[in-house]
């Protein structure tokens, strides 16, 4: 029998790979992480060789430099929203980012959220933490301006 401590690590790396899998960030891209998990996240993309990793308490001034975002929040779609917020100012004109969702009806806020930001969702995947969405954006600085 394993500890639920176990089974919430052996979860959150299932999580963090399908992340990976789906956003393809190299080891030197600069990688945001935020949400409820942030903090495992940040560790365990460390661990992997990520030297890039940070978090937005680590790196404060969102300069859009980061090429690569990866949320976890799996508990109200609001909080998602706000995080969304929070960290677009941090990526890049091109990024990539991956949200884990818990519920379906989260699902469709972030959906709606994400392409409000710029970005288009490419995929989604079922883990045993919920769904993990993924989508990128081209060009959003020159939609802003154009605007």
């Known amino acids: 029998m394993t500890s639920p401590a176990t089974d919430r690590t052996s979860a959150l790396q299932q999580v963090l790979d399908t992340m990976i899998s789906l956003t393809r960030p190299s080891a030197i891209q600069r990688v945001i992480v935020a949400g409820d998990d942030s903090l495992e996240l940040y560790l365990a993309l460390r661990r992997l060789g990520f030297i890039?990793?940070?978090?937005?308490?680590i790196c404060r001034v969102p300069k859009?430099?980061?090429?690569?975002?990866?949320?976890?929040?799996r508990n109200s779609g609001a909080g998602a929203e706000s995080i969304l917020d929070r960290l677009s100012p941090f990526l890049a004109a091109n990024a990539s980012i991956a949200?884990?969702?818990?519920?379906?009806?989260?699902?469709?806020?972030?959906?709606?959220?994400?392409q409000m930001l710029?970005?288009?969702?490419?995929?989604?995947?079922?883990?045993?933490?919920?769904?993990?969405?993924?989508?990128?954006?081209?060009?959003?600085?020159?939609?802003?301006?154009?605007?």
């Open 118 to 147: 710029g970005f288009r969702i490419e995929a989604g995947v079922r883990c045993p933490s919920g769904l993990v969405l993924s989508a990128c954006r081209q060009g959003h600085e020159q939609m802003a301006r154009a605007a």
């Open 64 to 73: 859009a430099q980061h090429g690569v975002g990866l949320i976890s929040s």
């Open 52 to 57: 890039r990793a940070t978090t937005p308490a």
């Open 99 to 114: 949200v884990l969702v818990g519920t379906q009806d989260n699902s469709v806020k972030i959906r709606t959220k994400l």
